[in-house]
T-cell receptor, first 113, second 109 residues
Framework: KAGVTQTPRYLIKTRGQQVTLSCSPI?????VSWYQQTPGQGLQFLFE???????NKGNFPGRFSGRQFSNSRSEMNVSTLELGDSALYLC????????????FGQGTRLTVV | AQRVTQPEKLLSVFKGAPVELKCNYS??????LFWYVQYSRQRLQLLLR??SRESIKGFTADLNKGETSFHLKKPFAQEEDSAMYYC???????????FGTGTRLLVSP
């Protein structure tokens, strides 16, 4: 059974640009959540999607957005990139999201220069 | 407010020594508590969750609601236990994990 797949693995972007990250969940999983991991702030929740609907959102500015497709694949977008957006972005999937085990991807390492 | 505190950034022990990684939490309802582990160059993975009351790789964790703690313990550390350990909680409903800052466990031979 394939695990959670995130693409690309590495990205380098310039300030002011926008970026789209992709996450393919484990087959059958309908909940996808996103986290930002930085040395200073640790792992922080960005948002969670279930059946194409955003159910919860963390305390991030509106530049951070996401969506989920009918096949449960998810994308997150960051517009007007800032240096502080440099981080490892992790995606996790689970069956329903309701206190079920979350399986994490390898992450996308975003560097903003 | 939901918060998870892991007071130790680094815990260094010798092989065969007991290990206790501390985790305290703050949550107004009834949370579910987890320990996640990240080995070098591997993805974050679930180690154990309090509702299952399992022992995984010799690790156990007991939820103490009075002290709002969920410390991770292992009686005899092994070198392969060296990793980053994160305590996390979630409330009822959708998937939103609140993580602690993590503790790096180093087990020396």
């Amino acid at each position: 059974k394939a695990g959670v797949t995130q693409t690309p693995r590495y990205l380098i972007k310039t300030r002011g640009q926008q970026v789209t990250l992709s996450c393919s969940p484990i087959s059958g999983h309908r909940s996808v959540s996103w986290y930002q991991q930085t040395p200073g702030q640790g792992l922080q929740f960005l948002f969670e999607y279930f059946s194409e609907t955003q159910r919860n959102k963390g305390n991030f500015p509106g530049r951070f957005s996401g969506r989920q497709f009918s096949n449960s694949r998810s994308e997150m977008n960051v517009s007007t990139l800032e240096l502080g957006d440099s981080a490892l972005y992790l995606c996790a999937s689970s069956w329903t999201g309701e206190n079920t085990e979350a399986f994490f991807g390898q992450g996308t390492r975003l560097t903003v220069v | 407010a939901q918060r998870v505190t892991q007071p130790e950034k680094l815990l260094s022990v010798f092989k065969g020594a007991p290990v206790e990684l501390k985790c305290n939490y703050s949550y107004s309802g009834s949370p579910e508590l987890f320990w996640y582990v990240q080995y070098s160059r591997q993805r974050l993975q679930l180690l154990l969750r309090h509702i299952s009351r399992e022992s995984i790789k010799g690790f156990t964790a007991d939820l103490n609601k009075g002290e709002t703690s969920f410390h991770l313990k292992k009686p005899f550390a092994q070198e392969e236990d060296s990793a980053m350990y994160y305590c996390a909680l979630t409330g009822t409903g959708f998937q939103k994990l609140v993580f602690g800052t993590g503790t790096r466990l180093l087990v020396s031979p």
